[in-house]
Nanobody
Framework: QVQPVESGGGLVQAGGSLTLSCATS????????MGWFRQAPGKERDFVAA????????NYADSVKGRFTIFRDDAENTVYLQMNSLKPEDTAVYYC????????????????????WGQGTQVTVSS
């Protein structure tokens, strides 16, 4: 299985927290960088965070720096997005994606470079 599977979305009040999960196969996990993107109604899909598969390098969108944390659990073949201090503008469908990276050091922010996408999970932040 290459396509990632997201979970953990839901409804939360502003200032609250959620943790999203993205599971994939062991083979995928050891060769692919993982990224999170989001798409709000009527808007384009935006980069949120990414993590390389070997070096642990991360990238974040400016809008989430200091509030969101991306991390990997190698034993579970899962990447997580911990979201704190949520704001109504964080409301969107959140997608997990994988990017084949032989170097193991890339945490690309470009959606066009990602190979496989999950179905998405809805996050709604109420004011």
């Amino acid at each position: 299985q290459v396509q990632p599977v997201e979970s953990g979305g839901g409804l939360v009040q502003a200032g609250g927290s959620l943790t999203l999960s993205c599971a994939t196969s062991r083979r995928t996990f050891s060769s692919y960088a993982m990224g999170w993107f989001r798409q709000a109604p009527g808007k384009e899909r935006d980069f949120v965070a990414a993590i390389s598969w070997s070096s642990g390098d991360t990238n974040y969108a400016d809008s989430v720096k200091g509030r969101f944390t991306i991390f990997r659990d190698d034993a579970e073949n899962t990447v997580y997005l911990q979201m704190n201090s949520l704001k109504p503008e964080d409301t969107a469908v959140y997608y997990c994606a994988t990017h084949l990276d032989p170097s193991g050091r890339l945490a690309t922010t470009n959606a066009d470079e990602y190979d496989y996408w999950g179905q998405g999970t809805q996050v709604t932040v109420s004011s």
